[in-house]
């Protein structure tokens, strides 16, 4: 009985993790998406310059590059704390 209360506890925490971290990823992307929407609208009617395509780049970059970090330290202290228990 006990073993299978923490295998639902488990499961359950892993749900909330995975929860979480849609829910970092939908609020990081609500936060940029104007910008971008913008820089590619400037795009597609040739009003943006090579700076600003630079910049809009750069921005892809780091949401992608923080979000694989941010997720790789989630889940390595979620499998810590899991496998230290």
Known sequence: MSQNLYEEAIAEARLLRD??????????IDAVTPR???????????????????ELQKIITNITDSLSILLDKKLDL????????
């Open 36 to 54: 971008i929407r913008s820089l590619i609208e400037q795009q597609l009617l040739g009003e943006t310059d090579e700076e600003e395509m630079e």
């Open 78 to 85: 979620f499998s810590s704390t899991v496998n230290n228990k």
């Open 19 to 28: 929860m979480a971290e849609e829910n970092a990823k939908n609020k990081i």
